[in-house]
């Protein structure tokens, strides 16, 4: 099992649409989780950090389930500008600071 | 403020060609990292730094080598390039341990290519 596994997408969404992503993860000892943003072409930057009780930032809200070691991401009102690939990043042991996901596509239609 | 700065952008080598990126950044972090990312890859880490003088091997670091001898820049090198190492290369820095903050701050990316 992949340390950290996203579905790659692409999900394609209408303008308005609510979209949730998910993001499993295999070290059950993880302890820190984002994610990021990256623009086609572009370098990733961090959107937001997930944390245990959940947290929000706009449209944007983030959740942790330790119990099945997944993170979500739920992007309310999608704009034309939330189109990217979105990162979900775990800490990891051993010689990897941060283990980054493969990415999950989104575009959204106007 | 220019944060993290990677040159060359844009690099095309021929198999067996020798070769240094370079990676400057004016925050003042400790930590810096090597990425590469290849398509159905996502990024994977080669090398990092967590201070002056230091350097530890990542996931994928066969094929280069890395130095830190002054804090604000970190050299990715290719001894013998190829085609393999096709990617684009990020590099990236952190002020504290980035397990605790998440907040690693990229530059743009340099595209390499070997012929």
């Known amino acids: 099992r992949k340390e950290v596994e996203q579905d790659p997408g692409p999900f394609n969404v209408p303008e308005g649409a609510t979209v949730a992503f998910n993001c499993t993860y295999s070290n059950s000892a993880s302890q820190s989780f984002f994610w990021y943003r990256q623009d086609c072409r572009k370098e990733p930057k961090l959107l937001m950090s997930v944390y245990s009780s959940g947290n929000e930032d706009g449209r944007f809200t983030a959740q942790l389930n330790r119990a099945s070691q997944y993170i979500s991401l739920l992007i309310r009102d999608s704009k034309l500008s939330d189109s990217a690939t979105y990162l979900c990043?775990?800490?990891?042991?051993?010689?990897?600071?941060?283990?980054f996901g493969k990415g999950t596509r989104l575009s959204v239609i106007a | 403020n220019a944060g993290v700065t990677q040159t060359p952008k844009f690099r095309v080598l021929k198999t067996g060609q020798s070769m240094t990126l370079l990676c400057a950044q004016d925050?003042?972090?400790?930590?810096m990292y090597w990425y590469r990312q290849d398509p159905g890859m996502g990024l994977r880490l080669i090398h990092y730094?967590?201070?002056?003088?230091?350097?530890a091997k990542g996931e994928v670091p066969d094929g280069y080598n890395v130095s830190r001898l002054k804090k604000q820049n970190f050299l990715l090198g290719l001894e013998s390039a190829a085609p393999s190492q096709t990617s684009v290369y990020f590099c990236a820095s952190s002020y504290l341990e980035v397990a605790h903050t998440g907040e690693l701050f990229f530059g743009e990316g340099s595209r390499l290519t070997v012929l």
């Open positions: 925050m003042n972090h400790e930590y």
């Open positions: 990043v775990v800490d990891a042991s051993g010689n990897t600071p941060l283990v």
């Open positions: 730094s967590v201070g002056e003088g230091t350097t």
